[in-house]
């Protein structure tokens, strides 16, 4: 896997990206329905446009997971089913901490791999919202690492 800084972030790797993050959340998000997983897709490109550091994983030419991060928080991390459990989020984390001093970041409470996940690299929750940042009723967990 190579792992890279996108800088110019055209439309040629932003859908790909964008059907990475739908495969992902798929997979990841069983309490979203089809319907909520569309409506929030709609947002994908923007954010993925806005985020100030974009790391993407690839696998030859193909992305295969990405990260963004806006300061200190990571703001996304998501891989694509395939590789799921074989160390990238790992890898693309400690790229966050040794790199970017990556110390918070906020989650899906409903999504217990990602929590799980978090907490192995050492996060800790620090506070719990019965609504996301989108004011949606999907309970976050605030997490960060010391």
């Known amino acids: 896997m190579k792992l890279t800084v996108i800088s110019h972030r055209e439309a040629a790797l932003i859908q790909p990206l964008v059907d990475l993050w739908q495969r992902s959340v798929t997979a990841t998000h069983q309490f979203l329905s089809a319907d909520e997983i569309a409506d929030i897709q709609k947002y994908v490109p923007q954010a993925l446009q806005q985020v100030p550091i974009l790391v993407v994983a690839f696998d030859g030419a193909r992305p295969v997971g990405f990260m963004g991060i806006a300061g200190n928080k990571l703001e996304?991390?998501?891989?694509d089913p395939d590789v799921q459990g074989l160390g990238l989020g790992?890898?693309?984390?400690?790229?966050?901490?040794?790199?970017?001093?990556?110390?918070?970041?906020?989650?899906?409470?409903?999504?217990?791999h990602a929590v799980g996940f978090y907490?192995?690299?050492g996060f800790q929750t620090v506070s719990r919202s019965p609504i996301d940042e989108q004011g949606q009723p999907y309970p976050i967990l605030t997490m960060h690492r010391h």
Request: no cysteine; hydrophobic share 45%.
């Open 76 to 79: 996304m991390l998501f891989l």
């Open 90 to 112: 790992k890898q693309l984390v400690q790229l966050a901490f040794d790199r970017y001093g990556v110390s918070s970041v906020v989650v899906n409470e409903q999504n217990p």
């Open 119 to 121: 907490q192995h690299m």
